[in-house]
């Protein structure tokens, strides 16, 4: 019979097994002619063999962190500033992590590698580890690290182009004295609902408030304005991810002398923008051109927009700052 784990009366030889498909999330990329690896408890494993216990508190109870990254021409882009997000949101919920920093950027930059990602995603996670059905922290041991390195494709290319609609979700962001939203947490059931709301509706993202009524960002994405020249974004106190792509693209703006505001913003304003687009890793840059029915600016991909977009693969192709 298999060994309970210590302290927990846990069955350590119980597992789930990852299946991953050809793309991370979502539209289908092409597949591989080689076997993923998966970075699992200090080890590359094949993914088919990629398993942690049905008692992982990562699976139970979403608790967890995790990061997407990046990768560029075979190289992980602004892995620091996600690395350093990650010891932050394991930090603010108590979860240890195993490795230090240093070991974790290295494993991460094996498992790109083992998989030959040229342009890719990396998706880390660390969960809880396994422990009794309960929520007690102090019952679970051995976080689990894992990372996956694959292709992805967020969105059609003709939205690239031509830019995407959005609507309103009448979810609103988790109210920030409940959770921070500046932890990355595995628990995604509030943007998960807001994004049900979207697809039901036509859409492939949807815009979320916070309890104040306020635009926060939308599902996995988070949202600029930009009107009579200036570049406008909410600001992390409006309930929000604080992005890494976003804090990059308003670094590049201001570098082109481009003002930039973190600003409380309503829904007005996002209606009668000059230009509306999205920053995130897995999204980049994304042009939207009408909300809740209402047409943003010339219903086309707009000059800031543009702009910025060119700038960020110039700054994708260098390998960073």
Do not use: W
């Not at 921070?180 to 807001?194: D, F, G, H, T, V």
């Amino acid at each position: 019979m298999p060994k309970d784990l210590p302290s927990t009366g846990v069955r350590s030889k119980t597992y789930f097994s990852f299946v991953l498909t050809d793309s991370l999330e979502g539209y289908p990329t092409q597949g591989h002619a080689m076997s993923l690896q998966v970075h699992l408890d200090g080890k590359l494993v094949p993914k088919d063999e990629a398993k942690i216990s049905v008692y992982d508190h990562g699976l139970l109870y979403g608790d967890g962190v995790f990061e997407g990254i990046r990768v560029y021409g075979g190289k992980v882009f602004l892995l620091a500033e996600h690395i350093e997000r990650l010891y932050e949101s394991a930090k603010a919920i108590r979860l240890q992590i195993p490795v230090d920093p240093a070991t974790m950027t290295r494993q991460v930059e094996e498992t790109v590698a083992a998989n030959r990602i040229g342009d890719g995603y990396v998706r880390l996670v660390i969960t809880r580890g396994a422990g009794s059905l309960g929520l007690d922290i102090r019952r679970t041991s051995h976080p689990q690290v894992i990372i996956i390195a694959d292709t992805i494709t967020m969105y059609p290319q003709e939205m690239y182009e031509n830019g995407m609609p959005l609507v309103t979700a009448s979810t609103i962001r988790n109210h920030p004295g409940a959770l921070s939203p500046r932890i990355k947490s595995l628990n995604y059931l509030n943007n998960i609902m807001a994004k049900i709301e979207g697809t039901d509706a036509g859409t492939v993202e949807a815009l979320m408030l916070n309890h104040k009524g306020e635009v926060a960002e939308c599902t996995g994405d988070n949202i600029f304005l930009v009107k009579r020249g200036v570049l406008k974004t909410p600001p992390t106190d409006a309930g929000i991810l604080e992005g890494i792509t976003r804090n990059a693209v308003m670094r590049l703006a201001r570098e082109s002398g481009i003002t930039v505001e973190e600003v409380s913003t309503t829904r007005h304003d996002v209606y009668v923008a000059d230009e509306v687009f999205l920053t995130g890793t897995a999204a980049e840059i994304i042009a939207v051109t009408s909300v809740d029915g209402r047409v943003i600016g010339s219903g086309k991909p707009g000059p800031m927009t543009k702009q910025l977009g060119q700038k960020f693969k110039e700054l994708a192709r260098r390998g960073g700052f």
